[in-house]
């Protein structure tokens, strides 16, 4: 759920992924997906990320890291040899965002499509196996 702080959202959801190389995922969700990076913080190893955020357009957005943010391991770590899975609501028709994507380096895993639930997306694999589906469904309306 968004709430709005003086005139500014606060999204209460921010997915975390974790990256090998972590400066190649940044690349590909920006130029590729169309995030925008709000914030990058180095981690204690060379070219390492300790903590990015990347803002989604229609609202929200994710947190991107890399292994070897800090010296010793940590629990976050593992999560970059298991692919994970993000969905992103488009407010346009996502068939412009498909080729982008696909210029970026994506593999298309299931192509563009209508969904008798609403949505017409798509679902890319990035360069380290994390699936992004992208889509015009924004869920089923609470009252």
């Excluded at 990076?37 to 229609?58: D, F, K, N, R």
């Excluded at 943010?69 to 692919?83: C, G, K, M, T, V």
Aim: charged share 20%; glycine share 12%.
């Amino acid at each position: 759920m968004n709430t709005t702080t003086e005139n500014k959202i606060v999204v209460g959801v921010w997915p975390t992924l974790v990256y090998h190389d972590g400066h190649a995922a940044l690349k590909f969700l920006t130029e590729g997906l169309g995030f925008t990076q709000v914030c990058l913080y180095p981690g204690e190893t060379e070219g390492s990320i300790a903590h990015s955020e990347l803002a989604w357009p229609a609202g929200g957005g994710v947190m991107v890291s890399s292994v070897g943010r800090q010296q010793e391991p940590d629990d976050f770590s593992w999560l970059a040899d298991h692919p994970q899975s993000v969905y992103l609501v488009v407010d346009e028709d996502p068939d412009q965002l498909l080729s982008r994507a696909i210029s970026a380096g994506a593999v298309v895993v299931r192509g563009l499509r209508d969904e008798d639930y609403g949505s017409r997306g798509f679902t890319v694999k990035d360069h380290e196996g994390n699936l992004w589906s992208i889509g015009t469904y924004r869920g089923e309306i609470v009252e």
